[in-house]
Structures are given as C-alpha cells and as structure tokens.
C-alpha cells in the first residue's frame, strides 16, 4: 500500500469562487486528479505532512462507529452526522478522509463505495457489511456490530501484547547478558591464568572453548542465521505446503495450538454472528468467513463446510467429525438448527471462544514467565559460577 500524504492547496471553484484547504493524495498528481473531481482548479498543490496512522487511529475508528451508529439511531441522516464527526475531528487526516466522503455523498454515491476508497482507514470486511447494511435498511445495527468486533480485536490484541511483552523482555535479557558474558568477560580469565601457569576449571575450561568458537566462527554463525531466516520466509511466502504443514505443526504444539483454535473459532463465530444480524444466507456468510480467515487449516475447512451445506446436508453434522472444531460447536449448531436460533447460539460461542482464549492465554503466561526465569537463572548461575571457581582457585596458589 502505498504511503499517503497531505496536501495543501489554492484553487479556484468552478463558480469563480476561490478556496483553500487540505486533501489525502498518494501523489501530487493524485491531489490534483481528485481536486479536478471536486470541480476545484488548483492554483497551488504543496506537501504539507506524511501521514504515518498509529495506535490512536484504530481507537478512533472505533469511536468514530459508535458516535455515528448513535446519531443514525437517533434519527440524524447519514451525510448530516459524518458532517457533523467530521467537524468535531481533532485528527487532521480524519478530517481530510471524513471531508472527501461527505463531498462525495453530497454528490450521490454511497457510503459503502466511499469507504471501499479508504482501506488504509477501513477495513474491507467493514466495507462489505456496510454495503449489506445499505441493501437491508440496517445500518445504525450493522455499525453497533462493527464498532463492537473491532473493539473487542483491540482488546484481544492488547491482551496477547501484554501477556508476550515481559517473557519477551526477559528472552531479550538472557540473550544480551550471555552473549556479553561469553564473549567478553570468560575469555579474559584465559589470559589471566596463563601467566599463573595453571589450568582452568573445566566447567570455565568448556565455557571458553565455546566462547572462543563463536568468537572465530562468528561470521559464519551470523550469515547461517540469515540465511535460515530468508530461507525460512521464502519457503513460507513461495511455497503453500511448507506453510500448510508449518501450521499443522503449530495447531498440534500444546497450549499454543489450542489458543490458535480457540482465536480462529471465536472469529469464525464473530462473524457468523454479524452476517446473520445482517440477514445475510448462511452460506454467503460462510463464504464471507473464508475469505476473512488467514489460517490456512482453517480456510480449507471452511471451504468444505460450505460444499457439505450446499450438498444439503446440515452444519453440525461437519462440525461432528471436523477435528478443528470442538464437541462444544457441534452441540450448539445442532441446538441452533432444532430450535431456528442459530444468531443466538452464535453469539454463545463467540463469547464461549473469547472467554476461553484469555483464560487459555493467561494460564500460557503464567506458565511461561517462571519456567523463563528458572532458564535465566540456572544460564546466569552456570556462568557465575565459571567466573568464581578460578577467582577461588587463584586465591589458593596465591596462598
């Protein structure tokens, strides 16, 4: 995607009248093409600033939703309360996005059309259920929904950042104080003792003569390392099946493999639960899932539900002896279709899903931060007590 900017320009209107203001482009070009758009002849197109979107702006996005579904439901039209968000923005380039859509609704296009411009601002799967929304008449309810998924993906990212960061930190740690240790301090009691004319002990003895390998293989260990890691991503990026079995692996890994299911199901339910407040067909919504999914065991399994639905057959019963769904799915969809509740059971699940991952995740963490210090201290330990043994040993020759 390319990086995007704001413009500040002089032109004329059509009518004569002359203006000033400021406008998203990839490009001058592109400025001046949208400015001769909004039938505005420039007299002066100048960069005014790259726009680099952060963390604020997936929180305004989702402010924005809720502010708009508010007003809609209240009974403001649509361009009077982006109007409206828009003239209350304190994000200059959400003011500048928020102007061009107004402009262009003013001019008679739609709202799904508008924001299908914006992928930078709005993600396509909120411009697909905003374009349902404006055939089913429910906008306001579609808007509540998306504001809500994309506020409860905030959170679950936010949670898993958190649950990573100090096991990361620490990682990051053991890493710098070994290489620090190995490489600059060990290697000075071989000097040391050499004019002592006395061995090392042997547990310093080891850790130097590893230290002294990296230090003269050194180049090769680095470029093996990348090597390994662009191979790696080229094999992932080029080759399907290495990604396909990468995952199957992954799926299979205790506790990491369960929060990967447990993620891909609370989305699959999520979505689920929007297209048929939607009133969308289950198997367009199905077909919507697939095309929203990135795990690839999960895409082809989708892919097999919707051809055994399509054959006519019911949902839970795929779901009965599909292995990356739970007996808790079956047993719900097979209550939903006796009982024609299927949004209802839906939404049961995504929040079953949700509530399962974090508790998953922080039973992961909990596990994680000790284990990791136990390995930082029994690596630090080892090297303590290679550094002291020759300290003790000298203080006896001396003696």
């Given at each position: 995607?390319?990086?995007q ?5 002089d032109a004329f ?7 000033s ?10 400025a ?9 002849t420039?007299?002066k ?9 952060k ?12 502010q708009?579904?508010l007003?809609?439901?209240?009974g403001?039209?649509?361009?009077p ?12 380039h959400?003011?500048?996005?928020l102007d ?13 059309k ?9 993600p396509?799967?909120l ?12 906008l ?9 998924q994309l506020k409860?993906?905030k959170v679950?990212?936010?949670?898993t ?7 990361i930190?620490?990682?990051?740690v ?9 490489l ?5 009691y ?10 090392l002990?042997?547990i310093?003895s ?13 180049l090769?260990i680095?470029?093996l390392?990348i ?9 992932r ?7 396909l079995a990468?995952q199957?692996?992954?799926i ?6 369960i929060l990967?299911k447990?993620?891909?199901?609370q ?6 639960t ?7 067909p289950l198997?367009?919504?199905?077909n919507f ?22 054959q ?5 019963s795929?779901?009965?002896h599909?292995?990356?769904f739970p007996?808790i ?22 929040e079953?899903f949700n509530?399962?991952f974090e508790?998953?995740?922080n ?19 080892t090297?303590?007590i ?14």
């Amino acid at each position: 995607m390319k990086l995007q900017y704001i413009y500040q320009y002089d032109a004329f209107t059509y009518q004569g009248e002359y203006c000033s203001g400021k406008l998203i482009a990839t490009s001058k070009h592109d400025a001046f093409i949208k400015m001769m758009q909004q039938q505005k002849t420039p007299l002066k197109i100048k960069l005014y600033k790259a726009i680099l979107l952060k963390e604020s702006d997936s929180q305004y996005r989702i402010q924005l939703l809720e502010q708009l579904s508010l007003l809609i439901h209240s009974g403001l039209a649509l361009l009077p309360a982006l109007t409206l968000l828009k003239n209350e923005c304190r994000y200059l380039h959400w003011q500048c996005v928020l102007d061009e859509i107004t402009y262009n609704l003013a001019q008679g296009s739609t709202f799904s059309k508008q924001l299908s411009l914006y992928p930078f601002y709005f993600p396509p799967s909120l411009t697909y259920f905003i374009y349902i929304a404006e055939e089913s008449g429910k906008l306001d309810e579609i808007i509540t929904s998306q504001a809500s998924q994309l506020k409860s993906q905030k959170v679950l990212i936010n949670k898993t950042k958190k649950a990573l960061k100090y096991p990361i930190f620490l990682v990051f740690v053991l890493i710098i104080t070994t290489t620090i240790m190995l490489l600059y301090v060990l290697p000075e009691y071989q000097s040391l003792y050499s004019s002592f004319n006395t061995d090392l002990p042997l547990i310093t003895s080891l850790l130097i003569t590893i230290s002294q390998w990296i230090i003269n293989n050194s180049l090769i260990i680095i470029s093996l390392l990348i090597s390994l890691i662009i191979s790696y991503y080229c094999a992932r990026v080029y080759f399907f099946s290495f990604y396909l079995a990468e995952q199957q692996l992954l799926i299979r890994t205790p506790y990491i493999g369960i929060l990967l299911k447990y993620h891909q199901l609370q989305l699959i339910f999520q979505i689920l639960t929007i297209t048929q407040q939607a009133g969308l067909p289950l198997l367009k919504g199905l077909n919507f899932i697939t095309e929203q999914l990135t795990h690839p065991l999960y895409q082809r399994a989708l892919s097999q539900m919707i051809e055994h639905v399509t054959q006519g057959k019911s949902l839970s019963s795929f779901m009965k002896h599909e292995p990356l769904f739970p007996p808790i799915c079956h047993q719900f969809i097979i209550s939903a279709e006796n009982s024609g509740q299927l949004l209802f059971f839906c939404q049961k699940l995504n929040e079953w899903f949700n509530h399962q991952f974090e508790e998953r995740l922080n039973t992961l963490n909990s596990w994680l931060e000790p284990i990791l210090m136990t390995v930082i201290a029994l690596i630090v330990g080892t090297l303590i007590i290679a550094m002291y043994l020759p300290i003790l040993q000298l203080g006896d020759i001396i003696r």
